[in-house]
T-cell receptor
């Protein structure tokens, strides 16, 4: 079964701790993305990667970091510098069309992070 | 800059009634268009997409959408909704980047 897995489904952390969210895909997609979702605000792009060992900041990258050492994996670290980290985090992947635009994005089930 | 506007944040509709969820985008170049559905505490699932060709696109769960280039719209429709259609719906545009609307919460009333 091809798809995207995110783990864990729910994550709880104390303020001041870094936490890493996992995202793995077996769709052989080159591009991967991280989004943050807050109630009433839709999806906001944190980071994206079009190819292994390369990634770009999205609209709200401050307080987050990523790595892309393997095509299948794109972990997201929420650092203690992120002022309001409690949110629902979604990982996605896609095929690039080659013209800059991407075809549909496929989403994982999400990780709900709660920081207290 | 590109943008996607979903005109209605909440749409209540009675079961078996038709529904239209509106989406407008701003772009002067060719785009790819998508509708996604999200159930509570889940990821987004692709409902349908427009890449090229026929402007009427059929998707899963009985949904369809029509691409209107002159009005830069991509409204989602279903002729008869079910309770199970209650969810959040997102319109998205792909140009050089993916842009999502803020979502429309569809509530189907028994």
């Amino acid at each position: 079964d091809g798809g995207i897995t995110q783990s864990p489904k729910y994550l709880f952390r104390k303020e001041g701790q870094n936490v890493t969210l996992s995202c793995e895909q077996n769709l052989n997609h080159d591009a991967m993305y991280w989004y943050r979702q807050d109630p009433g605000q839709g999806l906001r792009l944190i980071y994206y990667s079009q190819i292994v060992n390369d990634f770009q900041k999205g609209d709200i990258a401050e307080g987050y970091s990523v790595s892309r050492e393997k095509k299948e994996s794109f972990p997201l670290t929420v650092t203690s510098a992120q002022k309001n980290p409690t949110a629902f985090y979604l990982c996605a992947s896609s095929i690039s069309s080659g013209t800059g635009a991407s075809y549909e994005q496929y989403f994982g089930p999400g990780t709900r992070l709660t920081v207290t | 800059a590109q943008s996607v506007t979903q005109l209605d944040s909440q749409v209540p509709v009675f079961e078996e009634a038709p529904v239209e969820l509106r989406c407008n985008y701003s772009s002067s170049v060719s785009v790819y268009l998508f509708w996604y559905v999200q159930y509570p505490n889940q990821g987004l699932q692709l409902l349908l997409k427009y890449l090229s060709g026929s402007t009427l696109v059929k998707g899963i769960n009985g949904f369809e959408a029509e691409f209107n280039k002159s009005q830069t719209s991509f409204h989602l429709r279903k002729p008869s909704v079910h309770i199970s259609d209650t969810a959040e719906y997102f319109c998205a545009v792909s140009v050089e980047q993916f842009y999502f609307g803020t979502g429309t919460s569809l509530t189907v009333i028994p």
